[in-house]
């Protein structure tokens, strides 16, 4: 059966996040479902299972089909068949029967969105995390600098995290400030081989404390090693949060644009 990798954006708000389950509608199953109607439904395997409410400009997955398709023919049928789900597929191409979206991922990327202003957000509802008060970049910096690299991250994983180990490399994590209409705009950019359960959510949180004048920034170093999920700040709502690239050793999708 030709295994097929597939390059996607979602909004993330009408589901229940990636994975497939009992009851409310996911990712997962719109694709499956989509692909369904082009065979027999496969299982769709994904980089990344993003949370409900957290969207993707570039999730990446993949599936084994019961027919040849030429991928570009194939991105089109399942977008008709998506229609009218916020999902789309953006790039689909053929790939090795033994590669795999999520194990030969060599990173993911994230970037998460704060905006502070006064006003809510009319057009932007549920694509950003609004703040009503000013945020210091610089600050918010200075706090970031205490989790690049390896550690141990007990403090900012759910208590629910199905990991065998706390311990993640993070290997960057950027905050770029940012005008935007009656405010600012703060986006965090994170970049590392794999994350724990509310781990960029639980960063989020953290360092828009730090950017609102309540935590000092070495209060972010010091509830890091204090392994205690206690010693975190507040988690983070899940519509900041977006999935924007998943890197392999070889891009299945390089030329594609």
Not at 6 to 16: I, K, M, Q, S
Not at 85 to 99: G, H, Q, S
Not at 207 to 214: P, S, Y
């Amino acid at each position: 059966m030709p295994r097929y990798a597939f390059r996607l954006e979602y909004d993330g708000r009408p589901f229940a996040g990636w994975q497939r389950q009992d009851g409310p509608a996911s990712v997962q199953q719109a694709l499956e479902e989509a692909l369904g109607r082009l065979g027999p439904e496969p299982r769709v395997a994904a980089a990344g299972r993003t949370d409900a409410g957290v969207h993707a400009t570039h999730q990446v997955a993949h599936a084994d089909l019961a027919r040849d398709w030429e991928p570009f023919r194939l991105a089109e049928a399942i977008n008709f068949h998506l229609k009218p789900e916020p999902v789309a597929v953006t790039a689909c191409a053929r790939v090795a029967d033994d590669w795999h979206a999520r194990f030969s991922a060599r990173e993911r990327r994230y970037v998460f969105r704060i905006i502070s202003r006064r006003a809510p957000l009319a057009l932007e509802r549920g694509l950003a995390w609004r703040v009503p008060g000013p945020l210091d970049p610089e600050a918010m910096r200075a706090g970031a600098a205490h989790l690049v690299g390896r550690h141990d991250f007990t403090t900012f994983r759910a208590s629910i995290c199905q990991a065998d180990s706390p311990v993640r490399t993070l290997d960057a994590l950027e905050v770029e400030a940012l005008p935007y209409p009656g405010g600012a705009e703060i986006r965090l950019h994170l970049r590392a081989r794999s994350f724990l359960h509310n781990q960029v959510r639980s960063i989020a949180g953290t360092l828009e404390r730090v950017g609102a004048g309540a935590w000092a920034p070495e209060r972010v170093g010091e509830a890091l090693a204090a392994r205690d999920r206690a010693a975190c700040g507040p988690v983070a709502p899940p519509g900041g949060l977006t999935l924007c690239g998943v890197g392999y050793e070889a891009d299945p999708f390089a030329d594609l644009g």
